[in-house]
């Protein structure tokens, strides 16, 4: 969907007007993004059959928690990135394999180097958005009312965005304060570099970067979060999860 020629997304709506989303084995234009939300309500009640999917070694990771929520969310997360990338690329979940760049981004191995894709994840809730050749970032952070953002913001936020949110007072500096850290990770995140790279992520205009455009978006209300797409992404494509994949 788009607007005046930019890419925008409403994540309260479902774009998905029919299931045939993978065209060609997962097939995605190079000016699209695809986004899925995924949450743990969407897989409770089948979590082992989600948890069958992982590595070995996720295996492993998953059994160290000793939270019954730690865990289910961790398997989530795991299982549904692999499922969803294990169609896009054309085979089955447990054979998709990742590598890191240097500041720990994730990325596909072997004959899937194509395919991008991001992850986040707040409060049972798991987002992947993917593209074919153009990186990408995603953050979605939940609005915790109870924490202390003001400190945070001094800290990494340049004067005229603390100008900004020292305008407004109470639920709507805290919302602005979320739309733009997340605004700020999203980019850190296409980038692929840690927070040692704050302060050039932060020099945006709340829709552009020097490298990628910025679309935040709201998620059933208490959410906030943004996408940083390379220019060439034109349209971006929001799914529910369990509306397309059933276990």
Known sequence: MTRNGRPSLNAEHNRLS???????????????????HASVADVAASIMDYYAVLSDTEKVRADRFHSLEDRRDYVLRRAVRRLILAEYVGCDPREVEFGTYQHGKPFLLGSNGSIRF???????????????GTELGIDVEFINREFDWLPVARKFFPEHQLKDLRSRTGDAARTLFFSLWTQTEAIL?????????IKEALEFDGTTAKDFRIIPFELQGSCHGSLAVAHAIYQVDFYRYADVFTR
């Open 18 to 36: 029919n299931k045939h989303v993978f065209h060609e084995s997962g097939f995605i234009a190079g000016t699209t993004a695809h986004i899925w």
């Open 118 to 132: 991001n992850v986040t994840y707040t409060k049972h809730v798991v987002l992947v958005g993917v593209t074919n």
């Open 189 to 197: 995140k296409a980038r692929g570099v840690g927070l040692s790279g």
